[in-house]
């Protein structure tokens, strides 16, 4: 058999490939307006805070996956609210944010004692995805791409100003309460369920790389999807063929096709 | 028993008692023996008599002395339970890591560090288990406190390789240091083999005896009783192992090289696989063929890690998820149905009888 194909015989990697297909679409759209409003360091915050959503759970005896994505929420929310108080420095609210988390996460777990029960909500991976997971990205992607192309245009204006957007008569609020939720959902999920790393990475470097090429907003997106997603697959493939771990393999991958971008982008200046 | 090779021991307990003179430490010996009697425990005496050098501190400073029973402050959950095996409740004795804590993981707080100092001993198991003893060591050694570890009383073997990946862990983990872990060293979970644990009691007598000579009756007859429990599970356990047909056991932490050196078994760790970890998808496919070709119906999945990786190979392969215990630590819940280390060793028999 072609050993291209032959990965395919695995129900595992099928998942594998779906999922992190799925999530190479949806993320990176998130993830263009999260860098133009300067929150690009929200995924790794929101993946990290969301530790101290799963310990509160298991305190409380609530769902952790559940906990987590409202934690998460709340997150994204104070992110916003603190970030209005210093206008022109975004990234500090996300380090407030990150602090109170890690801090919280840090004394609480001291209070549980199962910790097979913490590590199991813990990062996932793309090679461990349960059918569960994977017809929740399904559902995730559904609604986060549908919200997306609804609010294009609105979100599109929001990006570059929000006070122009204001004036153009966009309930900025609204939507950026839309948004907001919609990113801290989808951060927390597909944390849980394919790792930190892909999340925090697929939200940024895409959008990084397409950046570059793009002339327009819409090209811009439509460059960063068919980045994320030829990258999310060749990488996979690689991870198979190099037996590497297939998160920092997909993100290496990235990375060098961002700097080959940088130095075509610059060569035919 | 003959997979014993008694080496050269280096010492096992430092004592900083000027009442007990080599004399009399060579009489605590072989009243030991001559109590115990038995065949098999004659061998693991003769084992003490030949190898253990016993350094012999002879500090002035003694220990704060405390009222009444005296205090020994243990490393992990399981070296407490043996020492109440022998000590009963003859000492006070203290368990630093908390229920749940994850063995590998922990770090005392500098409230428990002032409460090891001020203890009249101090066991740990050593060999790699407890990477923050090596921080605590030179204190306690400093204050002629006693130490006790474990994994010199036993031949160690075997390896611990686990695919730690440190990128993911940085919340939770910052010290971990892993360094028995990632490398080569030997397993340290030397109390999965019944016949270490029994030495272990063995030497555990020796030490507490040479702590509080005046209770030496009452260790001893603990000791005789735990170590004849210790032979029930052994017996347990080589009835039911010679039985399996199928030798190869695969886990998804190599924590059981010494239990499966006992009774003949193989170990096939899950390796790469860890809670930790992202597994690449080489792995996953080389152990999902290795399943298969082998025509296995179970994957021993560790209790107190995540399960996620086993899971995902069991699915793909329909064979059966078992847990092993690997009694690094117990849940609190584990702690309040009364569970012990013979307790949950049965479980594990039980979970190995099922294969």
Redesign the interface.
């Known amino acids: 058999m072609n050993p291209l194909l032959e990965?395919f015989q695995?129900?595992?990697?099928r998942s594998?490939f779906l999922t992190g297909t799925l999530l190479a679409v949806i993320i990176p759209c998130i993830g263009l307006t999260v860098v133009l409003k300067r929150l690009s360091m929200i995924g790794e915050t929101l993946a990290?805070t969301s530790?101290a959503g799963v310990t509160l759970g298991l305190l409380l005896g609530f769902n952790p996956t559940v906990c987590a994505a409202l934690y998460c929420v709340l997150a994204a929310f104070g992110i916003e609210l603190l970030r209005k108080h210093w206008p022109q420095y975004a990234e500090m609210a996300i380090a407030l944010i990150l602090s109170l988390g890690?801090g919280l996460?840090?004394v609480l777990?001291?209070f549980?004692?199962?910790?097979?029960s913490f590590?199991?909500f813990?990062?996932?991976?793309?090679?461990?995805?349960?059918?569960f997971e994977l017809k929740l990205v399904i559902v995730l992607s559904i609604i986060v791409f549908s919200i997306f192309l609804l609010l294009y245009r609105e979100l599109f204006y929001i990006a570059f100003d929000e006070a122009a957007a204001r004036l153009a008569g966009i309930p900025v609020g609204a939507v950026n309460f839309l948004f907001t939720l919609l990113t801290a959902v989808t951060i927390s999920l597909a944390a849980r369920t394919v790792?930190?790393?892909i999340v925090s990475s697929l939200l940024v470097i895409p959008a990084a790389a397409a950046m570059r090429l793009g002339k327009s907003y819409r090209f811009t997106l439509i460059f960063a999807v068919i980045f994320s997603v030829l990258t999310m697959n060749i990488g996979?493939f690689v991870?198979?063929?190099?037996?590497?771990?297939?998160?920092?393999t997909i993100v290496l991958l990235q990375i060098a096709l961002l700097l080959l971008i940088l130095l075509l982008t610059r060569l035919r200046k | 028993m003959t997979s014993f090779i008694f080496k050269e021991k280096k010492p096992i307990l430092t004592v900083h008692d000027h009442s007990v003179s080599p004399d009399r430490r060579d009489f605590l010996r072989s009243s030991i023996l001559g109590f115990l009697g038995s065949s098999s425990l004659a061998r693991f005496g003769s084992a003490i008599v030949l190898g253990s050098g016993i350094a012999s501190f002879t500090a002035c400073a003694p220990p704060p002395k405390r009222e009444g029973k005296k205090l020994v402050c243990i490393s992990f959950f399981l070296l407490e339970n043996l020492a109440k095996i022998i000590a009963g409740d003859q000492f006070e004795i203290r368990c630093v890591m908390?229920?749940?804590?994850?063995v590998h993981t922990w770090e005392p707080s500098p409230k428990k560090i002032m409460e090891m100092l001020q203890a009249d001993a101090f066991l740990f198991n050593g060999a790699g288990l407890e990477t923050w003893t090596g921080k605590v060591i030179p204190q306690l050694q400093k204050r002629n406190i006693p130490i006790f570890e474990a994994a010199k009383c036993v031949t160690l073997g075997g390896t611990h390789l686990c695919g730690h990946?440190h990128?993911?862990e940085t919340?939770?983990h910052e010290n971990c240091g892993h360094d028995h872990a990632c490398g080569a060293g030997a397993d340290p979970h030397i109390w999965l083999s019944v016949r270490n644990v029994k030495r272990i009691l063995v030497y555990l007598a020796e030490f507490f005896i040479r702590l509080d000579p005046a209770r030496k009756s009452k260790f001893l007859a603990n000791l005789a009783a735990g170590a004849a429990e210790c032979d029930a599970l052994d017996t347990e356990f080589q009835a039911v192992t010679s039985r399996l047909e199928n030798r190869k056991l695969v886990v998804t932490h190599g924590a059981f090289w010494y239990l499966c050196r006992d009774y003949g078994l193989e170990q096939i760790s899950l390796e790469g696989y860890s809670?930790?970890?992202?597994?690449?998808?080489?792995?996953?496919?080389k152990i999902?063929d290795f399943i298969r070709q082998n025509q296995l119906k179970v994957i021993y999945a560790t209790?107190?890690?995540?399960?996620?990786?086993a899971?995902?190979a069991a699915?793909?392969t329909g064979v059966r998820l078992a847990i092993l215990h690997p009694l690094g630590?117990l849940?609190?819940?584990q702690i309040d149905s009364g569970a012990d280390y013979f307790s949950v060793m049965r479980e594990n028999l039980k979970a190995l009888e099922n294969d």
Do not use: W
């Open positions: 990965i695995y129900d595992f990697l594998a990290h530790l890690i996460t840090g777990s001291s549980v004692t199962n910790m097979a590590q199991s813990l990062f996932g991976s793309l090679i461990t995805v349960t059918p790792g930190a790393l996979l991870s198979y063929f190099t037996e590497t771990q297939p998160g920092g | 908390p229920v749940g804590a994850d990946d990128a993911h919340h939770a809670p930790y970890s992202d597994p690449s998808p080489a792995q996953m496919v999902i209790a107190s890690e995540s399960t996620k990786g899971e995902a699915r793909e630590t849940s609190q819940a």
